[in-house]
């Protein structure tokens, strides 16, 4: 294989036209074509990269033959487009969620070993270098025992959006995100959606999830007027927040002394809290989907191994 891998997009849309910029400034990636059905776009980001643009991306696919496809389409094509790239034996990064039904996204990860290509799901939080801070300090023992987790993710209508609703498009983020903080899947689930501006979709969801040894509470909406995207961790040892956007986090350190006190007859063990020690913890800012997607193309170049059964977990659980 050369030194660099020929990519290209599928879906060039809301989503898509980030995967393009990326492609085309990661060094080790030559952006060779883009499809999409708008042609006005196409023109334009073809023209703006200097990259073959196509309306039909079989043709694509045919003519070009990339290493790398990121497939970025309304999430009712992901099953058909997907498959379609591994039979012709493409290595495909697939815009989250993996699939409409937990069926399909079994199909594609049994299609992808099939065809012995590398298949990723992209769910983009992972690659947020404020959760791989807040999974390392989880993972050190910092917050102590994770007794619980709130999440919430909400903001305006998405009008590009029209074949997924609130649960599968937003909390799927978070819902992920816990599993992977907590290394594990819940026990039981309680969700409640609700429609209240959309006629045929939920646009506002409540997860409540019980995990061996934690709960989280994960909110998404598509009604609130300002744009939140937060978690809040609470733990043994401490309490932190945590800021998506500004990828800044803040941890409340319990400062607490252990005393025994004699009450009547017998003793018992008291608590005495202090105030906390509070640290601002700042991270390198960096943009998720970049390294995400440079993490693929590295697992593509180097022949590492990439599982995508954490994006079938999380798809299981927000279509309750």
Request: aromatic content about 10%.
């Amino acid at each position: 294989m050369s030194d660099k891998l020929k990519c290209a997009v599928i879906g060039s849309g809301n989503m898509g036209k980030n995967h393009v910029r990326c492609f085309f400034e990661l060094e080790d990636c030559d952006l060779v074509g883009i499809s999409d059905l708008d042609n006005e776009l196409l023109e334009r980001l073809s023209e703006q990269y200097t990259v073959r643009g196509y309306t039909d991306n079989k043709k694509m696919i045919e003519e070009l033959r990339p290493d790398i496809v990121s497939i970025c389409v309304p999430t009712s094509l992901h099953y058909e487009v997907a498959s379609y790239c591994f039979e012709k034996k493409i290595n495909v990064l697939l815009e989250k969620p993996i699939a409409m039904t937990s069926n399909e996204g079994e199909a594609l990860i049994e299609k992808s070993k099939q065809n012995n290509v590398k298949f990723f799901v992209g769910h983009i939080e992972r690659f947020n270098p404020a959760i791989i801070k807040v999974k390392e300090m989880i993972d050190d023992g910092e917050l102590g025992d994770i007794t619980s987790i709130i999440a919430r993710r909400v903001g305006g209508f998405p009008p590009q959006i029209k074949d997924a609703d609130i649960a599968v498009d937003l909390a799927i983020h978070d819902i992920d995100i816990v599993n992977y903080l907590l290394g594990g899947l819940p026990e039981n689930i309680n969700v409640h959606k609700k429609k209240n501006h959309i006629e045929n979709r939920a646009d506002a969801v409540e997860f409540f999830l019980k995990y061996t040894t934690a709960s989280a509470y994960v909110q998404a909406n598509w009604i609130s007027p300002v744009k939140i995207r937060k978690l809040n961790i609470t733990g043994s040892e401490g309490y932190l927040e945590m800021d998506y956007i500004s990828q800044q986090i803040t941890f409340y350190k319990s400062n607490y002394e252990k005393f025994t006190e004699e009450i009547g007859d017998y003793s018992d063990f008291i608590l005495r809290f202090l105030e906390p020690d509070k640290i601002v913890i700042s991270v390198a800012k960096k943009e998720p989907l970049k390294e995400e997607i440079k993490y693929f193309v590295n697992c593509v170049k180097n022949d590492k191994e990439v599982d995508s059964l954490f994006a079938l977990d999380a798809l299981k659980i927000v279509l309750n």
